[in-house]
């Protein structure tokens, strides 16, 4: 059974500086899958992640993909307030997505 | 597109009570799912189907009943409602393009039903 880890599970940020989310996973994963959560709403897609040493950004979130280490990591630069949520990373065994317990940032000025 | 709609978004049940979440999707994708998210913690699968017929149990499918008549819905039932099945409950779908290895399609989720049995 695929177990997904991340940590730290509570971030405060300070707006401006570089912080990074760690995802660990047991066994074999198809793809790794952060998600975006705000307060009350749904989930957003942020990245995908296919093979190892994949790379994506958009705009300051980076997603990166260890397949050796079983790790994938999210890192944010110069953090602003608009990415206080909760981030999830899931792996992936034939499409059935098992998530970590997430990641509650909060950004203060 | 509309995407990926659930109704309704709040529902109080009694103990005991049974109903339906319904779940239908607009982007001709051929897996759904059903997760549940309690406070503070990830998503959990409960079930989930591969096209229309076909569905299977996921991590904690206890409770809960899925069908698949047609590729845009996937509606969950709970036949007796426990204080332990209070919780959010999202769908989601997704497209496997057969054949194809190495998809990099996400899930699209769903705005979620917030369920509180008493």
């Known amino acids: 059974e695929l177990k997904v880890e991340q940590n730290p599970l509570f971030l405060s940020m300070q707006e401006g500086k570089n912080y990074t989310i760690y995802c660990n996973y047991s066994t074999t994963s198809d793809r790794l899958y952060w998600y975006r959560q705000d307060p009350g709403k749904s989930l957003e897609s942020l990245f995908v992640?296919?093979?190892?040493?994949a790379v994506k950004q958009e705009g300051r979130l980076m997603a990166s993909l260890d397949t050796k280490a079983r790790l994938s990591t999210l890192h944010i630069t110069a953090a602003v307030h608009d990415l206080s949520a909760t981030y999830f990373c899931?792996?992936?065994?034939?499409?059935?997505?098992?998530f970590g317990a997430g990641t509650t940032v909060t950004v203060r000025a | 597109n509309a995407g990926v709609t659930q109704t309704p978004k709040f529902r109080i049940l009694k103990i005991g009570q049974s109903m339906t979440l319904q779940c239908t999707q607009d982007m001709n994708h051929n897996y759904m799912y059903w997760y549940r998210q309690d406070p503070g913690m990830g998503l959990k699968l409960i079930y989930y189907s591969v096209g229309a017929g076909i569905t299977d149990k996921g991590e904690v499918p206890n409770g809960y009943n899925v069908s698949r008549s047609t590729t845009e819905d996937f509606p969950l039932r709970l036949e007796l409602a426990a204080p332990s099945q209070t919780s959010v409950y999202f769908c989601?779908?997704?497209?496997?393009?057969?054949?194809?290895?190495?998809?990099?399609?996400?899930?699209?989720f769903g705005d979620g039903t917030r369920l509180s049995i008493l």
């Open positions: 989601a779908s997704s497209y496997d393009p057969v054949g194809i290895i190495g998809s990099n399609q996400p899930q699209h």
């Open positions: 992640l296919l093979s190892n040493g």
């Open positions: 899931a792996g992936d065994n034939d499409y059935k997505l098992s």
